[in-house]
């Protein structure tokens, strides 16, 4: 039973052009999503989180808007660069939460940005 | 400034034996998560430490164990090991005085294969 769904396993991006990255959840208690990107043979990098009192939040090239009543984000990159192909996973948790021990990620998305 | 540092790199164990994974967190961190990512999965969260005190555990078995040092650098164990143990251990530090919210930054990972 999958509570955070990325459901793109992968996608692929030309250089300079939008990419979007989405992320379904199921349990409604969430109500804290952040965006890690991850390349190969290093950890996650957190880039951007958002809570439900938002429904947009920007920070650079990256933005994530978050859609409560689909119980759906997405992660926008614009414009996409070749240093940004990674695998990027979508999280989530409860605010209230003290801990980290109820966060869960998604499965992740690769993203290949050619040149 | 040096990130999160994780020991070893790769480990291989037969099944049965026990293993114990080491973890430095950056400099002025005095919180430490463990996650486990298996192959095609998001990370999934073990445990967290906090001023060498538990804050948090997943849902894992208690051939898992973890403790913290007063260093902040911690150690996972796991005991009588399972071919589904083998996968990518990640630790993350974070400062530890914002809860969830705090970012966390994580090590490149070990890498368990168990035979």
């Known amino acids: 039973d999958q509570q955070v769904k990325q459901n793109s396993p992968s996608l692929s991006v030309q250089e300079g052009r939008i990419s979007i990255l989405n992320c379904d959840y199921t349990?409604?208690?969430?109500?804290?999503f952040l965006w890690y990107k991850k390349y190969p043979a290093e950890g996650p990098t957190f880039l951007i989180s958002?809570?439900?009192?938002?429904d947009k939040n920007e920070d650079g090239r990256f933005t994530v808007f978050l859609n409560k009543s689909a119980k759906h984000l997405s992660l926008h990159i614009v414009p996409s660069q070749p240093g940004d192909s990674a695998v990027y996973f979508c999280?989530?948790?409860?605010?209230?939460?003290?801990?980290?021990?109820?966060?869960?990620f998604g499965p992740g998305t690769s993203l290949s940005v050619i040149p | 400034d040096a990130g999160v540092t994780q020991s070893p790199t790769h480990l291989i164990k037969t099944r049965g034996q026990h293993v114990t994974l080491r973890c430095s967190p950056i400099?002025?961190?005095?919180?430490v998560s463990w996650y486990q990512q298996v192959l095609g999965q998001g990370p999934q969260f073990i445990f967290q430490?906090?001023?060498?005190?538990?804050?948090g555990r997943g849902n894992f078995p208690d051939r898992f164990s973890a403790r913290q040092f007063p260093n902040y650098s911690s150690e996972l164990n796991v005991n009588a090991l399972l071919l589904g143990d083998s996968a990518l251990y990640l630790c993350?530090?974070?400062?530890?005085?914002?809860?969830?919210?705090?970012?966390?930054?994580f090590g490149p990972g070990t890498r368990l294969t168990v035979l």
């Open positions: 400099s002025g961190h005095k919180s």
């Open positions: 349990n409604s208690m969430f109500d804290y």
């Open positions: 430490y906090y001023e060498k005190e538990e804050r």
């Open positions: 999280a989530a948790n409860q605010i209230r939460e003290t801990s980290y021990d109820k966060v869960i």
């Open positions: 958002i809570s439900s009192i938002k």
């Open positions: 993350a530090s974070s400062l530890g005085v914002g809860g969830f919210t705090d970012t966390q930054y």
